[in-house]
């Protein structure tokens, strides 16, 4: 395990490895199992032998999770088959019949949907609160106000939320934390360390960052580890060991990836911002975001995804004719590649809390580890082509 007091970096290549169990070998080996034999009747006792069957933990998966509690100050974690089964494993990990559930309106979509569909099956309440709230969440706490769902910068619209102070809010009534840090991951946003109680990855982005694999990651803080300890067992939840061996890799340079992400996407939107068809940029890391101050006081970095708006003018057509010109750019879903992607901002049915939605054509990047002046030349040539 990592020393308490080791800067990040150094954790993110130590943690969970023990050459020593392995011949000395650097990673950690890729188990593949269902049985694990036990020498006698007396050693499949419950905790008896360290390992009892492949669905409840091998030394790569054991390493995945170390490393990820180390990186997130955590008393545990857990892996999911992606990121949004870590979403949904943290809900049910925390919430049951009769509970109140508040959720940031700007949730990504597929988390307001299972929060919509599946939770009301099981007779839980949900209520999606406006991402600016702060202290003033309170007014929404009832009785059973059990948990309390965030996600900073927004889906697809970038707002960011004191988080520090919802938590301390929610903490008042003993309510859980969960958030979403998958925009920052826990190289640029420690949440755990600003009174989040669940601290959710979707591993396929940043931390796999190969767009080969889909992971999630849930890690707790002490009052919430028993109950995600218990759902993951419960559910069967297990990830295949090549998966975890490519996000565990994957893990060892995500910092340094994402300096590159943040410095090319930095570059990228200071040029955006320049463009006479483009009205706005939804990036905190820039000073003219709405949500910059928030993020410069919490935040280390940002990653290379932000969206921006046309001006009014741009019609529909023309940015369907801008996103098809592209050539370096892919159009894609997820994010958190070595690679740059586009995809059109739609939001029907995704706010029903009064968050103000763009009122023009919008457009979401992921600014990969290409050139960036490869990069700009790509969207003035899709921009120029929108035009013509
Ligand atoms: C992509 C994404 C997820 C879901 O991750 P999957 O691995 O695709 O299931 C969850 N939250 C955010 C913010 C995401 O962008």
Redesign the pocket.
Known sequence: MAEIDQKLDTVLVHAGRQPGDFHGFVNPPVVHASTVLFPSVEAMAPGAQKYSYGRRGTPTTEALEEAIAAIEGAAGAKLAT????A?SLACLSCLRAGDHFLVADTV?G??RHFCDTILPRYGIEIEYFEPWAAEGIRKRFKANTKAVFL?APG?LTFEMQDVPAIAAAAREIGAFVLM?N??ATPVFFQPLAHGVDLSIQ?G??YIVGHSDV?I?TVAASARAWPGLLEMHGNLGLHVGPDDVYLALRGLRTMSVRLERHMRNALEVANWLAEQSCVAAIRYPALPQDPGHSLWKRDFKGACGLFAFDFTPDVTEQQAITFLNSLKLFGLGY?WGGFESLAIPVKLKGLRTAGTPVPLSQSVRLHIGLEDTRDLIADLAQAMAAMKA
């Open positions: 992606s990121g949004l089964n979403i990504y597929p988390t996600e889906s979403d998958t925009w979707a396929t982005k889909m999630g997820s």
